[in-house]
């Protein structure tokens, strides 16, 4: 017998910016915690990874035809926002009388325009999804009355019906992603070819203020945890079930509770899972954690992102990131000295900014000596706080660049084209800087370095960004004594600073 086709469809829009995707294939966590749920109130649910799989939007229709779900569940951040709306319009050429939801970040705060503009999106589904999916599903099928829901939104009448707030769970140990639904071979961390890679949570929410950001505002400025037994039980059940053995804790603040995160980490190292964690937090924890650093290694800690985004004391006071940017270069500092791959970035291209003011930042990036730095432009989500000192200089409304690669923002003295080369100029100066020193680094962190190299030139948004830039001649005799001794694809570095590309496009205000 055939098997009955899925109930619910819960699916990643085609989008691609060249940012995440250059480094692994990162399975939706959220959309999977949402699958379980809806799983475990009885509905058949699949999983269907548009992204990951380099789908098209024809691709996509194919599979909907094929599959003819009742829902379909599209998560969607600011970014990917307009080719989620892409896929609810063909599921509902489609499949008549399919019902179409988004959730995420973006459609929780700007779900009147999406409602108002795009008839093919039926509901909302605003802040945290799991009880919230199941009632709409029982409401749905029920033809009640989805007022009774909350958390929801919807057209009603020609009016948009923003339902009542829905609190959050409180106790994250009861909820369940659904990972039997996950094709584990389609997941990869590329820096260790054959890995397989999870992402998983710890805790949700975030305290901080910070004006650019969307997750304090997703999470009301709230942070909660899942306890240390049950976050690495987890861990241990994904190593032997599916054979997870990278996993990244996808929490913005995993280490908030200094005395949980110190019981995760006597968990993990007592119990030698096998598994490479990566993960992000604050500067300050860092700093604070610095007599752990010892133990974050011998948990399986091989990568740290930590938030530097600016070297500048009074941009970081305009970020409100409540931090000192003497904090930044003492954690990164403390990270390297643990044996541990350090990642930052820097956020530049504000109204007032000068192409000095970027030089002397970039000029520090490499002071500050991170094992990777990323060089991105502010992007002003519609609904973040930064938006309203930034409104007058944004210079589109095509969200499908608010991805932090493309300049969004123009400020005052420059335009866009010469935001976007000062960007890649940062890239290109710190990475020159870095390879210069690898042979200090010891032998691991210099084969992570290679294979960085690698995934930046063949998978990353930057492999489409060089202008014909010449070897340095100090680069030129690093690789060449490299290539005598074979220790780096030297060959690619090579093509990858002679390349020749197109000239980037000029942005107008639209």
Request: charged share 30%.
């Amino acid at each position: 017998m055939k098997p009955r086709r899925p109930q619910i469809l819960l699916v990643t829009p085609p989008y691609h910016s060249g940012v995440v995707e250059s480094a692994g294939s990162w399975l939706p966590l959220g959309l999977l915690y949402v699958g379980g749920a809806l799983k475990k109130a009885g509905y058949g649910v699949a999983l269907y990874d548009a992204m990951t799989r380099f789908h098209t939007l024809e691709q996509v229709r194919e599979t909907l035809r094929r599959e003819r779900p009742d829902a379909v569940f599209v998560s969607c951040i600011t970014a990917t926002v307009m080719d989620g709306m892409e896929v609810c319009r063909v599921a509902k050429e489609e499949i008549p009388g399919v019902l179409t939801a988004l959730g995420n970040t973006h459609p929780t705060f700007m779900y009147d325009e999406i409602l108002r503009e795009h008839p093919e999106i039926d509901v909302i589904i605003r802040g945290e999804g799991e009880v919230a999916a199941v009632e709409l599903m029982d409401a749905w099928k029920a033809d009640a009355d989805l007022k009774k829901v909350r958390g929801i939104a919807f057209r009603e009448g020609g009016q948009i019906v923003a339902t009542l707030k829905r609190g959050f769970v409180r106790d994250l140990d009861t909820l369940e992603p659904a990972w039997d639904l996950v094709p584990w071979k389609e997941y990869s961390y590329r820096v260790k070819p054959g890995s397989t890679l999870a992402i998983v949570s710890s805790s949700r929410g975030c305290k901080q203020h910070c004006s650019f950001c969307s997750q304090r505002l997703f999470w009301k400025e709230s942070w909660r945890a899942v306890s240390a037994e049950k976050f690495v039980d987890e861990l241990q059940m994904l190593k032997g079930r599916y054979g997870v053995d990278v996993a990244m804790i996808a929490d913005e603040i995993p280490t908030l509770d200094a005395t949980r995160w110190s019981r995760i980490l006597d968990l993990l190292i007592e119990r030698d899972l096998g598994v490479s964690l990566l993960l992000e937090t604050r500067v300050d924890d860092i700093v604070r954690d610095e007599p752990l650093m010892p133990r974050y290694r011998k948990a399986g800690i091989e990568h740290i992102y930590v938030g530097v985004e600016s070297v500048n004391q009074a941009t970081l006071d305009l970020y409100k990131k409540d931090a000192k940017v003497e904090q930044g270069k003492r954690a990164i500092e403390l990270i390297n000295e643990h044996s541990m791959i350090s990642e930052t970035s820097f956020v530049m291209g504000m109204p007032n900014e000068t192409k000095e003011e970027m030089a002397r930042t970039i000029e520090l990036a490499k002071f500050y000596d991170p094992d990777m730095a990323f060089f991105l432009a502010i992007t002003p989500w519609p609904y973040a706080d930064l938006y309203k000192d930034v409104k007058d200089h944004i210079a589109t409304k095509d969200y499908r660049k608010y991805n932090l690669v493309e300049p969004v923002v123009k400020p005052i003295a420059m335009t866009l084209d010469e935001v976007r080369a000062e960007l890649f100029r940062g890239f290109r100066e710190f990475y020159v800087t870095k390879m210069k020193r690898m042979f200090s680094m010891p032998a691991w962190k210099q084969e992570f370095m290679k294979s960085l190299m690698q995934l930046l030139m063949e998978h990353s948004y930057l492999k489409d960004q060089m202008t014909g830039l010449e070897l340095p001649p100090d680069m030129k005799a690093f690789v060449d004594l490299a290539e005598s001794e074979s220790r780096c694809p030297v060959q690619r570095i090579k093509k990858f600073f002679k390349r020749k590309t197109k000239p980037a496009k000029t942005e107008v205000l639209t």
